[in-house]
């Protein structure tokens, strides 16, 4: 079974730029968790997605946003990018909407976003 | 608001000596706890987790955790530590059946050396 995939992983971009990441869950997973995670505030929770509903959401600018597609697929997307948006970004899938004995939430490698 | 903190910054182990790395977090209704590694470039794995009943908790790669509610503390321990074990360590708690879908509270991580 393929794992979780995002791309592109690795991204360069400029401040004032927008920029859209991707997120492919395990197959059949429905919900989709995205993290930042820089050296100086760790990690931190973006935004969860599950059946294409947003469900949770992080203390982040309304800059950052997401989606999730029909076939669970996921994109966030950071507008007006500024130089502390530099982090690696990831994602996680899990098959249930709340963390259970049985079920494990998978994460990515991530995207490693550099803004200069 | 769930917490998670992770005292120690770094530790510094002889390859074969016991480890043990410290979580204490805050919650108000039974926590689910987790442990993650991350290795340098690369996504998060689960280690174990914590739902309820056996305090102690096996997980993968050899590693042990024990909840203990009156401390307010997860540790993770291993009896042998090897050299590939040199890693970032993460403790988590999950928000679950509060309303927190798969929302995951991390610390600020461990770095484990090991010395050959």
């Known amino acids: 079974k393929a794992g979780v995939t995002q791309t592109p992983r690795y991204l360069i971009k400029t401040r004032g730029q927008q920029v859209t990441l991707s997120c492919s869950p395990i197959s059949g997973h429905r919900s989709v968790s995205w993290y930042q995670q820089t050296p100086g505030q760790g990690l931190q929770f973006l935004f969860e997605y599950f059946s294409e509903t947003q469900r949770n959401k992080g203390n982040f600018p309304g800059r950052f946003s997401g989606r999730q597609f029909s076939n669970s697929r996921s994109e966030m997307n950071v507008s007006t990018l500024e130089l502390g948006d530099s982090a690696l970004y990831l994602c996680?899938?899990?098959?249930?909407?709340?963390?259970?004995?049985?079920?494990?939430?998978?994460f990515g490698p991530g995207t490693r976003l550099t803004v200069l | 608001a769930q917490s998670v903190t992770q005292p120690d910054i770094h530790i510094t182990v002889s390859e074969g000596a016991s480890l043990e790395l410290r979580c204490n977090y805050s919650?108000?209704?039974?926590?689910?706890l987790f442990w993650y590694v991350q290795s340098p470039g690369q996504g998060l794995q689960l280690l174990l987790k914590?739902?309820?009943?056996?305090?102690l908790v096996q997980g993968i790669k050899g590693f042990e955790a024990e909840f203990k509610r009156s401390q307010s503390s997860f540790n993770l321990r291993k009896p042998s530590v090897h050299w590939s074990d040199a890693a970032e360590y993460f403790c988590?708690?999950?928000?679950?059946?509060?309303?927190?879908?798969?929302?995951?509270?991390f610390g600020t991580g461990t770095q484990l050396k090991v010395e050959l």
């Open positions: 914590y739902f309820s009943g056996d305090t």
């Open positions: 996680a899938s899990s098959a249930s909407p709340a963390p259970t004995s049985t079920d494990t939430q998978y």
């Open positions: 988590a708690v999950g928000a679950g059946l509060t309303g927190g879908g798969n929302k995951l509270t």
């Open positions: 919650y108000g209704a039974t926590p689910y």
